[in-house]
């Protein structure tokens, strides 16, 4: 059984992401949260929402199952890059340099721990 969630429009860029979200890859949700707990980065708070919202999805989908969320696994984690706004800055001379602000799109894939998983 799996569940998703997806988070879009994140303002943080996907480089400053990825390491984040590569430290709790395969990993169990318990102990994904618990290390997520002591990252510093400020992007960790939305990994962890969009990890309790895909457990909470597979909650849902299976009501009438009774499901042990320590035997959950993140089975798929990844970021995408979403659009980037496009702004300038003036630089002398009359000229503008171009800024990008780019922004990412965070997918996270829950699933129960298969007996060939372990």
């Given amino acids: ?3 998703r969630s997806v988070r879009k429009y994140i303002r ?3 480089k400053k992401m990825r390491p984040v979200v590569n430290v709790v890859r ?3 949700v318990p102990e994904a949260l618990d ?3 002591f990252l510093p980065q400020k992007v960790t708070r939305l990994v962890k ?3 309790l919202s895909a457990v909470h ?3 849902d989908q299976n009501a009438d199952e009774r499901l042990d969320e320590e035997a959950l696994v993140i089975r798929e984690i990844r970021v995408d890059e979403g659009p980037r706004l496009k702004r300038y800055r003036p630089a002398p001379r ?3 340099h171009p800024i990008q602000k ?3 799109h965070l997918t996270v894939v829950v699933g129960t721990l298969d007996e060939d998983d372990q």
Wanted: hydrophobic letters at 40%.
């Fill in 1 to 3: 059984m799996e569940a």
């Fill in 12 to 14: 943080s860029s996907p």
């Fill in 26 to 28: 395969g990993k169990r």
């Fill in 35 to 37: 290390i997520l707990n």
């Fill in 49 to 51: 929402l969009t990890i």
């Fill in 57 to 59: 999805n597979l909650l």
């Fill in 94 to 96: 009359g000229r503008a």
């Fill in 102 to 104: 780019r922004s990412s």
